[in-house]
């Protein structure tokens, strides 16, 4: 739940509060955005958890981003240190960099509210981009709404991106990974929100078949992607 921090009539709600990265909601412009609060890095990877689980980001405002540590925790599990030994030197110019990078943040806002006042909702569609590389997925989800007159408007809903598994898979794999997490989103959302969706559409880069892959084992796992999304 949300804590008001300056007493009673404040304009900001936070959630969680007490943490590296908030979300502050401005209850008179209806954003939400997000506050930074500096923290000293200790270069080994119980620091790197610690600042990693202290996010909460449950609409995934930042998932990009915070999908950076995550890739620098998983270069760590996959050199096998302990939890207080010091990090690679390699890791440790990148964490640095993810942390001076972070007050960036604090000038990115989204609109807290889906539906503006332009008038009868007509048509309300969701729409779910992703994608994969070698490095992790994701997912980010639209809502796009067009009123009586033909106006259009476009909503973020929520954004989701995960590591790639430590085994090395093909990039097709990893792409009908990316699709299952978008289909896996698009359930959470229809469950979730009462405004009525009428349309849903998946953009995906579908792979081709490379050296790395063969054709047939390419062309089943697009059926296997596709009927996954056909029985949403």
Same mark, same amino acid.
């Given at each position: 739940?949300?804590?008001?921090?300056?007493?009673?009539?404040?304009?900001?709600?936070?959630?969680?509060?007490? /943490?590296?990265?908030? $979300?502050?909601?401005?209850?008179?412009?209806?954003?939400?955005?997000?506050?930074?609060?500096?923290?000293?890095?200790?270069?080994?990877? /119980?620091?790197?958890?610690?600042?990693?689980?202290?996010?909460?980001?449950?609409?995934?405002?930042?998932?990009?981003?915070?999908?950076?540590?995550?890739?620098?925790?998983?270069?760590?599990?996959?050199?096998?240190?302990?939890?207080?030994?010091?990090?690679?030197?390699?890791?440790?110019?990148?964490?640095?960099?993810?942390?001076?990078?972070?007050?960036?943040?604090?000038?990115?806002?989204?609109?807290?509210?889906? $539906?503006?006042?332009?008038?009868?909702?007509?048509?309300?569609?969701?729409?779910?981009?992703?994608?994969?590389?070698?490095?992790?997925?994701?997912? %980010?989800?639209?809502? /796009?709404?067009?009123?009586?007159?033909?106006? %259009?408007?476009?909503?973020?809903?929520?954004?989701?991106?995960?590591?790639?598994?430590?085994?090395?898979?093909?990039?097709?794999?990893?792409?009908?990974?990316?699709?299952?997490?978008? $289909?896996?989103?698009?359930?959470?959302?229809?469950?979730?929100?009462?405004?009525?969706?009428?349309?849903?559409?998946?953009?995906?880069?579908?792979?081709?078949?490379?050296?790395?892959?063969?054709?047939?084992?390419?062309?089943? *796992? *697009?059926?296997?992607?596709?009927?996954?999304?056909?029985?949403?």
């Amino acid at each position: 739940m949300g804590q008001e921090i300056t007493g009673y009539g404040s304009r900001f709600w936070y959630f969680a509060h007490n /943490r590296p990265l908030e $979300v502050p909601w401005d209850t008179e412009a209806v954003v939400l955005s997000i506050k930074i609060k500096k923290k000293e890095p200790i270069n080994t990877r /119980r620091d790197l958890l610690s600042i990693m689980s202290s996010v909460y980001d449950p609409l995934g405002l930042i998932s990009p981003i915070v999908l950076q540590a995550k890739i620098i925790m998983q270069d760590e599990c996959r050199l096998g240190k302990g939890r207080d030994e010091p990090m690679d030197e390699s890791n440790v110019v990148k964490w640095h960099k993810w942390l001076k990078e972070l007050p960036m943040l604090e000038g990115y806002h989204v609109n807290r509210c889906f $539906v503006p006042d332009f008038g009868e909702i007509k048509t309300s569609e969701l729409h779910h981009f992703a994608d994969a590389s070698q490095e992790g997925s994701g997912c %980010v989800s639209y809502i /796009r709404l067009v009123n009586h007159i033909g106006q %259009v408007h476009c909503a973020f809903v929520t954004g989701e991106a995960i590591v790639a598994p430590i085994k090395t898979m093909t990039i097709p794999r990893l792409e009908l990974q990316a699709a299952v997490l978008a $289909v896996k989103i698009n359930k959470a959302i229809a469950r979730e929100l009462t405004l009525k969706v009428d349309d849903t559409g998946l953009t995906l880069g579908w792979p081709c078949a490379t050296s790395e892959t063969k054709q047939e084992d390419s062309g089943s *796992l *697009l059926l296997t992607g596709l009927a996954r999304y056909m029985n949403v």
